[in-house]
């Protein structure tokens, strides 16, 4: 157990970088133990203790049942608790539909929902049991609208929107709130992989490239990571008690033209 028995707890998926690196942040910053799981390993659990946080890392492939099972199981046996679930991990591939290969299909559903699915699986339990939980699963705007050479990617972030609806509906009776965020460009390794790859392939120097894209939102920029890591620690927080089954689009605008 915690020497604080008052201090929350968050699972955070994907907490290596990127948005999960800064939601694992945020929530330490504002008295969470933070537990993250990720492939990657990083210095985002080193940062937290160096300002006095609480976080601990944990290597973990979301579509990996038993690594999913022992890693619940290794958060409840340290803190007693689970407070809060954050889903952050995905993958993306993007290429025009008939490129894509089976393999490429079945692990962007894999990590993308059935990373989703396995930490609900094993934590609800607990949840239920403790008398209370929010989760906040991360969509995206490729679950809204379509875009071009995002089709699988797209079809995996719907899910998570519908997913997350049923889910609130199934956990309400257990005080266990579901959202989810569906953010639009955000400024991180993955989407600048993205945009670097989209660069070569069209011939244009990836800043201008970068600055063509931001004019997508009426807000004309790709978003900090920390501004979608504020959208999540709202809905996991108290402030948003009175919400479930819930999707906040945290897209600058993008689609609302």
Request: with cysteine.
């Amino acid at each position: 157990m915690t020497p604080k028995a008052d201090k929350k707890v968050a699972i955070i998926t994907g907490g290596a970088r990127g948005i999960g690196a800064a939601t694992a942040k945020i929530f330490a910053e504002r008295g969470f133990a933070v537990v993250v799981l990720d492939t990657l390993e990083s210095n985002v659990c080193n940062e937290i203790k160096a300002k006095g946080g609480e976080c601990i890392f944990i290597k973990c492939d979301v579509s990996n049942e038993d690594q999913i099972k022992k890693a619940v199981d290794e958060t409840v046996k340290k803190y007693g608790k689970i407070d809060a679930l954050l889903n952050i991990a995905g993958i993306i591939v993007v290429k025009p539909v008939e490129e894509i290969t089976l393999e490429e299909f079945r692990r962007l559903f894999d990590v993308n929902v059935g990373g989703v699915f396995l930490t609900v699986k094993y934590v609800v339990p607990y949840m239920k049991k403790q008398g209370y939980g929010a989760i906040v699963n991360v969509a995206s705007i490729s679950g809204h609208i379509g875009q071009v050479r995002h089709s699988v990617y797209g079809a995996t972030k719907g899910a998570i929107i519908a997913f997350t609806k049923q889910l609130a509906v199934e956990l309400a009776p257990y005080n266990i709130r579901v959202n989810s965020v569906s953010p639009g460009a955000v400024d991180t390794e993955m989407l600048r992989s993205d945009v670097m790859e989209e660069s070569k392939r069209l011939g244009v120097p990836f800043e201008e490239l970068k600055k063509e894209r931001e004019k997508d939102a009426l807000i004309p920029k790709w978003a900090d990571p920390k501004e979608i890591a504020e959208a999540i620690y709202f809905l996991a927080s108290d402030a948003a008690s009175y919400i479930t089954g819930t999707d906040i689009l945290v897209d600058g605008g993008y689609t609302a033209k």
